[in-house]
C-alpha cells in the first residue's frame, strides 16, 4: 500500500538556518504530493503541493520539488525564522489508490531557536 | 479562503457520555473526513463521507460514527465515550473535481474522565 517517509524529528535550528526536511514514498500510481505545518495547538494547514513530476510547489520561503526518479519531495528553506517552528507533515494522495484519501507521514516537529 | 469550523477547541466528557463534535465548511466541498491525532500515532482516518448520506469507514472506526445529513456539515459521534477516546480530533474537506488537498478545522481537543 501507499506509504511516507518523513526524517525523524525533532530539528533544532538557529534563526536563518538552511532547513531540509526529507520526504519519500511508495504509491502505486502517480500521486500528488502535499506537506502541511501544523502549528501549536491548531489544525494542519497545507502549505504547497504539487500533482506531477518535476512540479515545484512553493509558498512562504518554504520549496519542494516532486521527484519521481527518487520518489521524494524534500521540503526546503533557505533562512528559517521562530514564527517557523511547528510540525511538518508530509502527505499524498494516490489516484491507485482512494483518490479521496490522504496518507500522511509521522510529521516532523521543528524547532528555531532566536 | 476555505474555512472549516468546529464546533468546540476544548471539550471536557464523563466516560459513558454521547458526544458530538460538529465541522461545518462553506466551500460547498464534496468530501469530508474525521481524523484523530494522537502523540506518536500521527493521523489516523476514522470515517469520511463522499456525499450527503454517504459515509465509509475509515482506518478506526470502531466506537464512533458519524452523519451528514447537509453537504456543508459532517457530525462525529462517539456513542458511549471512554477514556481512550481522549485525543485532537480533526476534520478536513476536499473539494473533488480532480483536486486531491484536503483543508482542516482548528481541531478539537476532547478529554474523557
Known amino acids: 500500500g501507499d506509504s511516507v517517509t518523513q526524517m525523524e524529528g525533532p530539528v533544532t535550528l538557529s534563526e536563518e538556518a538552511f532547513l531540509t526536511i526529507n520526504c519519500t514514498y511508495t504509491?502505486?500510481?502517480?500521486?500528488?504530493l502535499f506537506w502541511y505545518v501544523q502549528y501549536p495547538g491548531e489544525g494542519l494547514q497545507l502549505l504547497l503541493k504539487?500533482?506531477?513530476?518535476?512540479d515545484k510547489g512553493s509558498n512562504k520561503g518554504f520549496e519542494a520539488t516532486y521527484r519521481k526518479e527518487t520518489t521524494s519531495f524534500h521540503l526546503e528553506k533557505g533562512s528559517v525564522q521562530v514564527s517557523d517552528s511547528a510540525v511538518y507533515f508530509c502527505?499524498?494522495?494516490?489516484?491507485?489508490?482512494?483518490?479521496?484519501?490522504?496518507?500522511f507521514g509521522s510529521g516532523t516537529q521543528l524547532t528555531v531557536l532566536p | 479562503d476555505v474555512k472549516v469550523t468546529q464546533s468546540s477547541r476544548y471539550l471536557v466528557k464523563r466516560t459513558g457520555e454521547k458526544v458530538f463534535l460538529e465541522c461545518v465548511q462553506d466551500?460547498?466541498?464534496?468530501?469530508m473526513f474525521w481524523y484523530r491525532q494522537d502523540p506518536g500515532l500521527g493521523l489516523r482516518l476514522i470515517y469520511f463521507s463522499y456525499d450527503v448520506k454517504m459515509k465509509e469507514k475509515g482506518d478506526i472506526p470502531e466506537g464512533y460514527s458519524v452523519s451528514r445529513e447537509k453537504k456543508e456539515r459532517f457530525s462525529l459521534i462517539l456513542e458511549s465515550a471512554s477514556t481512550n477516546q481522549t485525543s485532537m480530533y480533526l476534520c478536513?474537506?476536499?473539494?473533488?473535481?480532480?483536486?486531491?488537498?484536503?483543508?482542516f478545522g482548528p481541531g478539537t481537543r476532547l478529554t474523557v474522565l
Open positions: 504509491a502505486t500510481g502517480y500521486p500528488s
Open positions: 504539487a500533482t506531477k513530476a518535476d
Open positions: 502527505a499524498l494522495s494516490d489516484p491507485g489508490g482512494s483518490a479521496r484519501q490522504l496518507t
Open positions: 466551500m460547498d466541498h464534496e468530501n
Open positions: 478536513a474537506s476536499r473539494p473533488g473535481q480532480g483536486r486531491n488537498e484536503q483543508f
